[in-house]
């Protein structure tokens, strides 16, 4: 077998075991698929590199829990979070005030001059960190909004609560990355790990926009999937 053909045969037998777990013996797996150890060990590095395994280092090698299936839709993490059973949770890195400048104006779609609060948050479910946040709204849409103000609230909530501000409708654009060592130390994933890039432009019933958001998901915790809109 090739290493192609060695991955998916180790995936399927993986498949059996319990998530945690740690991974059987290099030799056991080696005879047991009648591979040579390097095929054996170039198919383990493919499965930890798409996070069906876990390499934990100077400990071994895991089976990695299911990854969470994560639909392209309006819904907040907090929203996402509690509907999957975890507790969500927000570390707020920094925050911060400054105007749009041109770039970010046109995205947001306020003057350049606008001030624009910028938040850049890590995500957390059950105490995991899951994705980090860079979240960028006109700040005259939230006054008085700060960086702990998200720490230990829901952004979409306090939209709604305090502004009286409700999401409708958004566009959201995603695409392969690998993180960089900042975003791997708070991840706690190995640097230039796969993640999921994502942008998103929010706007209310009327078309205001509300947000413009950088995500950066973890690759190895969830997988994306999406409805497939009907052919015309
Ligand atoms: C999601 C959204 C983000 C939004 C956040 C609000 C993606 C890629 N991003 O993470 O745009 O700002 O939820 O979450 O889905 P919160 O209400 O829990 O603060």
Known sequence: MNVAETREALSELVGGIQPGDPLPPERDLAARLSV???????????????GRLVRRHGVGTFIAGPKLAQALSATSFTEDMLARGFEPGARTLS?????AGAVLGRRLEVSPESEVLRVYRLRLADRDPMAIEELHVPSALVPGLSGDDLASHSFYALLEQCYGVRIATGVQALEPTVTTPEESELLRVPVHSPAFLFERTSRTEDGQVVEFVRSVYRGDRYRIVAEIAPRG
């Open 95 to 99: 925050a911060r005030t400054r105007s």
């Open 36 to 50: 040579s150890r390097t095929t054996l060990r170039k198919a383990i590095a493919e499965l930890v590199s798409i």
